[in-house]
């Protein structure tokens, strides 16, 4: 248990499909992020929140979008991906988004497939 | 650009030792952090380092040499549940989190 909570952990989607994965942290911290981990590549940062605000956008496809309705939740929906947006996508959370030794907290990741 | 390498996949014994290098190239250095990874799980932190020199944690111990761009991950007395993936990630000037594609550590009985 890492007070990190990702619903649906699986999740398969056709590419006309709209989805949304959603993650809950119950550990009090301010920040929260999406990553997109792939086989055998480095975690990539897709979306970072701040306060419910959004700090972080890197160059991540619109048809991935975030939310975040408050500090404990954070949502990602999905319309019209493709096969290769399947992934294991991970949701975070951290005391604040910067700080040198600002640990990061994941949860369990959602694993998705795009058929 | 930003890099961090390391070993795509190592194979150790279990009861024995291994370290898991990790090198970097980055805009400036804020800490360097290692996470372990089980098949199908979260990344957990194991470590933090930011000054050089040796942080130990139990069996666990990483190193830091910020001139050298370099750190090392040493596992003592393995376990078979140490077989996991373990991400080396370094804290850049932007206080931006660099990821290695982790090391996937193999224990053989």
């Known amino acids: 248990e890492t007070g990190v909570t990702q619903t649906p952990r699986h999740l398969v989607m056709g590419m006309t499909n709209k989805k949304s994965l959603k993650c809950e942290q119950h550990?009090?911290?301010?920040?929260m992020y999406w990553y997109k981990q792939s086989a055998k590549k480095p975690l990539e940062l897709m979306f970072v929140?701040?306060?419910?605000?959004?700090?972080e956008n890197n160059s991540v496809p619109s048809r991935f979008s975030p939310e975040c309705p408050n500090s404990s939740h954070l949502f990602l929906h999905l319309h019209t991906l493709q096969p290769e947006d399947s992934a294991l996508y991970l949701c975070?959370?951290?005391?604040?988004?910067?700080?040198?030794?600002?640990?990061?907290?994941f949860g369990e990741g959602s694993w998705l497939t795009v058929v | 650009g930003q890099n961090i390498d390391q070993p795509t996949e190592m194979t150790a014994t279990e009861g024995a030792i291994v370290q898991i290098n990790c090198t970097y190239q980055t805009s400036g250095f804020n800490g360097l952090f290692w996470y372990q990874q089980h098949a199908g799980e979260a990344p957990t932190f194991l470590s933090y380092n930011v000054l050089d020199g040796l942080e130990e944690k139990g069996r666990f111990s990483s190193f830091l040499s910020r001139s050298k761009g370099y750190s090392y991950l040493l596992l003592k007395e393995l376990q078979m549940k140490d077989s996991a993936s373990y991400l080396c990630?370094?804290?850049?000037?932007?206080?931006?989190?660099?990821w290695g594609a982790g090391t996937k550590l193999i224990i053989k009985p």
């Open positions: 975070a959370s951290s005391p604040q988004p910067e700080g040198s030794g600002n640990t990061i907290y």
């Open positions: 929140y701040s306060l419910e605000e959004r700090v």
């Open positions: 990630a370094v804290r850049d000037s932007n206080y931006q989190l660099i």
């Open positions: 550990l009090g911290h301010n920040a």
